[in-house]
């Protein structure tokens, strides 16, 4: 689901939390998968809240996203193309965890590979996580992404 202003809203809850002193601001982590993983992308190229992230199956690239997603979804790519407009994640410069499935039909794997960031391919899996090795896989590799991020 795409909701109107996720990232400004998740950057302004994130900064009224650490203000408050209820977070460390180089400490918090955010997370996505699919859509989400390109809020968690462009969180971490446009604002400075984020100390890291990680993102399942995340859409890179809109356009091609907008060619495969199901008809349902298609239309979100304008969407987040308004909403997250700005620098390219080529800024990212925190640390970042790509998850990505080798059988994905909605983000081809090829999208992950385009970005410079750490990238677990899990095999055999599309775009949801459902076997429940792959799971206690993926949970393990971001248990780790956080706590060797330093945060």
């Excluded at 984020?50 to 890179?60: K, M, N, Q, Y």
């Excluded at 008809?71 to 410069?93: C, P, V």
């Excluded at 970005?115 to 206690?136: E, F, K, Q, S, Y």
């Amino acid at each position: 689901m795409i909701i109107p202003g996720l990232l400004q809203t998740s950057a302004y809850a994130t900064r009224h939390l650490v203000s408050a002193g209820r977070a460390d601001p180089g400490r918090v982590a955010i997370w996505g998968a699919s859509a989400g993983g390109y809020t968690v992308l462009r969180a971490l190229a446009i604002t400075d809240v984020f100390a890291v992230g990680i993102a399942r199956s995340a859409v890179a690239d809109l356009e091609s996203w907008s060619r495969a997603a199901p008809k349902f979804q298609a239309h979100h790519a304008e969407l987040l193309r308004s909403e997250l407009s700005g620098e390219s994640e080529a800024a990212i410069q925190r640390p970042l965890l790509l998850i990505h499935g080798d059988e994905d039909r909605v983000t081809p794997l090829e999208q992950a590979r385009s970005l410079n960031a750490r990238l677990v391919v899990i095999p055999g899996a599309g775009h949801t996580l459902r076997r429940p090795a792959d799971v206690h896989r993926v949970l393990h590799v971001e248990s780790e992404h956080v706590l060797l991020s330093g945060i």
